[in-house]
């Protein structure tokens, strides 16, 4: 019965490690993308793209000349493919020339 009951925690901590991956979503000036994908995406394909990954942290590395509206996005689509998320970090990115911003 113990060497059940061991296994039975092994097998539990093995699914809890594997469900605790962490992903990095890119905030460019007009698009994302993300660490597991090639390309740009836009917010639909990046909520999409969300619910197809297991994760439970969230590195959004925000270039400098990405919006507040994109941004925002960002953590709108995080909160509607995985409302079970942990722990958002966020990193800065990109120069801070006016001149290299397109939006802005």
Do not use: W
């Amino acid at each position: 019965m113990r060497y059940l009951f061991t296994l039975l925690i092994i097998i539990l901590s093995i699914g809890n490690v594997t469900a605790s991956e962490a992903i990095t979503i890119f905030v460019k000036e007009t698009s994302y993308s993300t660490s597991n994908a090639e390309g740009e995406l836009t917010i639909d394909e990046l909520e999409a793209r969300l619910k197809s990954f297991k994760f439970s942290n969230v590195t959004l590395n925000i270039d400098y000349c990405a919006g507040p509206e994109i941004i925002v996005n960002a953590y709108v689509a995080i909160a509607n493919s995985k409302p079970e998320v942990k722990d958002i970090r966020l990193q800065l990115s990109g120069g801070h020339k006016v001149s290299q911003c397109k939006n802005i």
